[in-house]
């Protein structure tokens, strides 16, 4: 019995061992790894898609995906560079609130109008990033405001604001997905639709908060990109989404619906931080990279999909 | 005359795209002289090649239920690979793009019927790795292949004042057409859109089906990327970016449902037309590129809408 629960237990710890071993051999292997600029700066490269992970975990959870995440999170980051005239604050709000607002839009497509949400959200994103380049010109525009770029280059203790605001969204979320009512209905509505619908939970409006969430965190990413970086473009994001559902099916999120957590979608977008940051300090090239990803998210959905037939036949 | 209203009603929903192409290509040619001119017609015709090719494999792929994301980046690969053996050898700068066709789409359809993977996640992957292989073979760059030779004659010759690609394409619209309408292999495709596990009850192999489908789709891409390599001689890495989109809107504003079972070549043929009308008259009014796309986003989810309204009052 003992072997059997310890093999589970490294089952189900397998993307935490890997990113260990990972670690333990790129320290081994290059001392600059396993310094503290080195650690904080494979923090800050996945902060602001890692915020993003959170609402996508939260939507494929609740059985929807969204592949408009890139273009909301360029729609944010020119918002937020583009109402800067009139202050800080202001290009801040309105570029999340362009987030939230087309997030509310896919929320309300799949659900009212109850289009599959991968069809809805992939017009979405066509239609945001044709408002981006619009709105840009096809240009890119330029930061003007000295206190915005303070947002994301500000330190505390060392450590970057992004990595920061990441840190705290991913204990808020988690919080709200474990311990709070809406938190069981993401799960029951991803687990069961229909059933939970008989249990009298409003399914559209879990739905629809998941949608929203995730506009929210995409458009917030794209605020904190565009002050880190002080510019923005409607190049911005371009293959966010790839990279985002690869995090969260890495850290062991199903496709199934009705189970994971907000910690395994950290899992997955770390470990992708990590072999990144990897094949910068081994010098391969970024179009590597891009192959390196396609192939991990081909397989681990190859792998969740052997397991969930797995669990069906037992 | 009982008869007629329901024949015209039906005619009315289940044409409406041609009536919609035939609306707006009177309209335009009403308020632009520029629009009617032969020589803008020809021009239209040339802008369609590329993409309505692309498109036939599309509607194939989308009648049997999935979705291939990674047509672009194909595009964009296959064309190097078509431009660095065309330096050596005419013959081999259209035989490699082809084979090596057949090798992605035999992945896609692997991946996707061998573990029931969501089509859309997998092309997804795909998509990722065909676009870092084409940045890395030439780091970035565009490359140019041999000029004055024969290959030229695809994209670049006329035969009877039409350019010769655009008989390249009537011949693969028709081909598709008839592997689709008066084939065993397209009776089987759309019953496997239709429902996957009640044909392959009937012994059809829902798996086979699907792959030849992907295989067929990026073949048609090979055929897409010769008559651009042909054209321009030159081949980039990123070539065939967003083409995925094109391809999908066409082929689903010209009536084909996402949702697999139905659709046909002559809507896709509709549906091509009618977008390149569409961003032709856009671009003689000057409205830049970006409001193009808006108007696509907006037309994708327009027609699921469609789509989906028409199939909910079916099965009321």
């Known amino acids: 019995v003992r072997t059997s629960q310890l093999k589970s237990a490294l089952n189900e710890q397998r993307i935490f061992l890997l990113i260990l071993g990972l670690s333990v051999y790129l320290s081994l292997s290059s ?73 509310f839009v896919n929320g309300l497509l799949v659900t009212k109008i109850r289009l599959p949400s991968i069809a809805a959200t992939l017009g979405v994103m066509v239609l945001v990033k044709g408002v981006v380049f619009a709105l840009t010109r096809e240009h890119t525009v330029l930061g003007t405001n000295k206190g915005f770029v303070l947002l994301s280059q500000t330190n505390v203790f060392g450590i970057p604001m992004p990595v920061i605001v990441f840190v705290c969204l991913l204990v808020i979320f988690e919080l709200i ?43 917030l990413a794209g605020v904190m990109l565009a ?44 470990l992708l931080g990590i072999i ?39 | 005359m009982t008869q007629t209203k329901p024949f015209l009603s039906t005619m009315l929903r289940e044409q409406s795209q041609v009536l919609i192409f ?19 017609f020809i021009n239209l015709l040339k802008q369609i090649t590329v993409i309505g090719v692309i498109s036939c494999g599309m509607t194939m792929v989308i009648i049997t239920g999935c979705l291939d994301l990674s047509v672009g980046s194909a595009f964009s690969l296959l064309g190097l690979v078509s431009i660095i053996f065309q330096r050596n050898n005419n013959v081999l700068g259209i035989a490699m793009p082809v084979m090596a066709a057949v090798v992605i789409g035999l992945f896609n359809g692997f991946i996707v019927t061998r573990y029931k993977i969501n089509s859309i996640i997998a092309t997804l992957g795909t998509l990722s790795i065909l676009s870092g292989i084409a940045l ?39 081909i598709f057409h008839i592997v689709l309408s008066r084939t065993t292999f397209g009776r089987k495709v759309k019953y496997v859109g239709t429902n996957a596990t009640a044909a392959e009850i009937a012994g059809m192999r829902p798996a086979r089906v699907r792959t030849s489908a992907f295989v067929m789709s990026s073949l048609s891409v090979s055929v897409a990327v010769i008559i651009y390599t042909s054209r321009m001689t030159t081949a980039s890495p990123i070539a065939g970016l967003g083409y995925e989109f094109d391809a999908i809107t066409a082929v689903v504003i010209g009536g084909t449902s996402l949702a697999g079972g139905k659709g046909s070549i002559f809507k896709t043929i509709i549906g091509v037309l009618l977008l390149a009308t569409i961003v032709n008259i856009l671009t003689l009014f000057n409205v830049p590129f970006s409001y193009q796309s808006i108007m696509k986003g907006v037309l994708i989810i327009t027609a699921i809408y469609v789509d989906i309204r028409a199939r909910r009052q079916g099965e009321n």
Not at chain 1, 194 to 208: C, E, L, N, P
């Open chain 1, 227 to 270: 002050s880190k970086l002080n510019i923005a473009s409607g190049n911005i994001g371009q293959y966010s989404n790839v990279l985002v559902i690869t995090a969260v099916l890495l850290g062991g999120i199903s496709m199934d619906g009705g189970e994971g957590s907000i910690f395994k979608a950290f899992q997955g977008i770390l």
């Open chain 2, 136 to 174: 890395l073979i030439t780091n970035g760059a565009i490359i140019s292949g041999r000029t004055g030779t024969w290959f030229g004659i695809i994209g670049g010759g006329r035969f009877l004042g039409v350019p010769n690609h655009v008989y390249v394409l009537i011949a693969i619209m028709a």
């Open chain 2, 22 to 40: 035939i609306f707006l290509l009177i309209v335009f040619s009403a308020i632009s002289p520029e629009f009617r001119t032969v020589g803008n």
């Open chain 1, 31 to 103: 001392r600059y790894f396993l310094t503290f600029l080195n650690i904080t700066n494979i923090l800050l490269a996945i902060s602001f898609e890692g915020m993003i992970a959170i609402g996508m975990a939260l939507l494929i959870i609740v059985g929807e995906i969204d592949l408009s995440v890139g273009s909301l999170m360029a729609f944010g980051a020119v918002l937020s560079i583009m109402f800067q005239p009139y202050g800080v604050l202001v290009g801040m709000i309105t570029g999340i609130l362009g987030g939230v607002l087309f997030g």
């Open chain 1, 276 to 314: 990144n940051n990897a094949m910068v300090i081994m010098r391969i090239s970024p179009f590597v990279q891009e192959i390196i990803q396609g192939a991990l998210l081909i397989f681990i959905v190859v792998i969740d999909s052997i397991s969930i037939e797995r669990k069906r036949y037992k």
């Open chain 1, 177 to 219: 997905l474990q311990k709070s009512l809406l938190g069981r209905r993401i799960f029951a509505v991803g687990g069961n639709a229909t059933a939970s619908r008989f249990f009298g939970i409003k399914t559209d409006r879990t739905k629809i908060f998941c949608f929203v969430a995730t506009g929210f965190l995409a458009g």
